[in-house]
């Protein structure tokens, strides 16, 4: 249990990035203080961004206990870096970046004071927990903030804090569905679904973090903190558009339709000569008129029906036929070239494998390579988004689990012998 940062964490430099051996710049968030008590991916999620903007993020982990490993679960989901004798996912080399690993168990009393003595030292607490497990545990917001009345607790659970669903076990991919994401998403001849990433979860955190950024906002007026409270199903929710006004005015229920976009009429994806797929987007009125040109339809450029959207999208299927038989007598680059004359948005469907070789991913420096703990080179995901003055960093990768227990022990007061006998108790 190390007291420094993992030695082989740093970033190495890319397009657009600091020059090797320049350490990042302070983020906009330095000097916040955040404890994590979440687990998986919203609340870690949303505690990461805090991180990469340089807040203090403490995550609390469950120790080695009853013969599990302990941990974060994320350290052993989806692909594990094949080198590492622990077996740790490469997601949580990301997802836990520039945090700090400390081993608490919180189904005991000594494990419980602990995180009040952090909490009391914290700004923002995020917590990813079915709703009352913190209050069983005695830290619940009321027992937090009596120390620290400017604490902020982030929240963030299947069906939020209150509500007759509040005790239900709740995951994305329930969220997903409840939020109506899922029911809008897929062919309208085939059974709803789901986009292969946890979309519902990494909503809630963005919407954890807006929170706690207005919280602390607020906090600089009154003194106090206050309760972020995000249910993943409304953070879905939150993203549909205009569904429920069309709803409650008129009626229609907005059903899946495939690659097209209800109303918005042309916005598409079309199939190309060598069996590809090019995106186009022409609904802006001039942008239509453009389109049409550029693909030998001067008439439906000027056909005064098709002036406007609404128009449009009451010929749809007229718009859209003629755009792929054009698309269909040409290649994909062909088209992707033809649109651009034009000044037509429009775009190829990228893999990750087309993400790590394109201009603009690697001008923006998206792509960060990093190294991990044995030294082995890893693209990860640069920083987003982009400031200009205080921008975010990679400053090392997820710890090993525990890394930082001492060093964070130490800062609360506790000397070489209460931690070791914390740690022979089992707390750490």
Known sequence: MSAGRPAGGDATPGAGERPAGAAPAPGPLSGLRVLELGQLIAGPFAARMMAEFGADVIKVEPP?????????????????????????????????????????DLRVAAGQRIVRELAARSDIVIENFRPGALEKWGLGYESLSRDNPGLILVRLSGYGQTGPYRDRPGFGAIAESMGGMRYVTGFPDRPPVRLNLSIGDSLAALHGVIGALMALHGRRETGRGQVVDVALYEAVFNMMESTLPEFDRYGPVRERTGTNLTGIVPSNTYPTADGRHIVIGGNGDSIFRRLMRAIGRADLADDPALSDNAGRAAQAQRIDDAIAAWTSAHTLDDGLEAMARADVPSGRIYSVADMVADPQYLARAMIERVRLPDGTPLAVPAVVPKLSETPGATRWVGPALGEHTDEVLAELGYDAAAIAALRAEGVV
């Open 64 to 104: 080695a206990r009853d013969g599990h490993e302990g941990g974060d679960p994320l350290r052993k989901w989806r692909k594990l870096h094949p080198d590492d004798p622990s077996g740790t996912s490469l997601w949580w080399y990301v997802q836990a970046r520039n945090k700090r690993s400390v081993t608490l």
